[in-house]
């Protein structure tokens, strides 16, 4: 079993509609949570960045977390066809330099 | 926000040749930076972490003797590929943070390498 697994996806919708991107992960010890959006040929940005359970709110981005369940979401409200990207949740190694594990990424394609 | 820069953007090689990839932190001090290789519409996997200053950590599976990475100042870093041979093709990606105890990563916008 992965360390983190997430849906590669694609994942295609019209604009406007409501995304909703998850992960699921298998250490418990994980408590940071982060979602990073990549373009094609790009390298990743940092979206959202949670610690433990509930949910963080920025613009239309929305991050879920459910420690009990070992599972995260993305929402992307009112989506726009610049949100088309691939997006990945990470989540750091407790202790040392704070490696990153990375989910596979979800490609998302929204189209006008 | 934080800025990391990589160059060269793209490079093509012959097989056999060594090819050097740098990685700045253009506004912080990077005291701590990863390297990553990721293949056409796979995940990130970290090659390396390197600490300004001292040797780098390579992940299991990595060849330290073929990718050289030197972290020579708190906004430098580079990656050297040596003696490339096709199957080292890929996007490779550079990542900086502040130190250990931060837990925020900044990306560099990667690295075509083509080796023909």
């Known amino acids: 079993q992965k360390e983190v697994e997430q849906d590669p996806g694609p994942l295609s919708v019209p604009e406007g509609a409501i995304v909703s991107l998850n992960c699921t992960y298998s250490n418990s010890a994980f408590q940071y949570f982060m979602w990073y959006r990549q373009y094609s040929r790009k390298g990743p940005e940092l979206l959202m960045y949670?610690?433990?359970?509930g949910n963080k709110e920025d613009g239309r981005f929305t991050a879920q977390v459910d420690k009990s369940s070992k599972y995260i979401s993305l929402f992307i409200r009112d989506s726009q066809p610049s949100d088309s990207a691939t997006y990945l949740c990470?989540?750091?190694?407790?202790?040392?330099?704070?490696?990153?594990?990375f989910g596979a990424g979800t490609r998302l394609a929204v189209h006008p | 926000g934080a800025v990391v820069s990589q160059h060269p953007s793209r490079v093509i090689c012959k097989s056999g040749t060594s090819v050097k990839i740098e990685c700045r932190s253009l506004?912080?001090?990077?005291?701590?930076m990863f390297w990553y290789r990721q293949f056409p519409k796979k995940s990130l996997m970290l090659m390396a972490t390197?600490?300004?200053?001292?040797?780098?950590?390579?992940e299991q599976g990595v060849e330290k003797d073929k990718f050289l990475i030197n972290h020579a100042s708190l906004t430098l870093s580079t990656l050297t590929v040596t003696s490339a041979h096709p199957e080292d093709s890929s996007f490779y990606i550079c990542s900086a943070s502040s130190g250990p105890s931060t837990d925020t990563q900044y990306f560099g916008p990667g690295t075509r390498l083509t080796v023909l």
């Open positions: 990470a989540m750091p190694f407790s202790g040392g330099y704070n490696k990153l594990i």
């Open positions: 506004d912080f001090q990077a005291t701590t």
């Open positions: 949670t610690y433990s359970s």
């Open positions: 390197s600490n300004e200053g001292s040797k780098a950590t390579y």
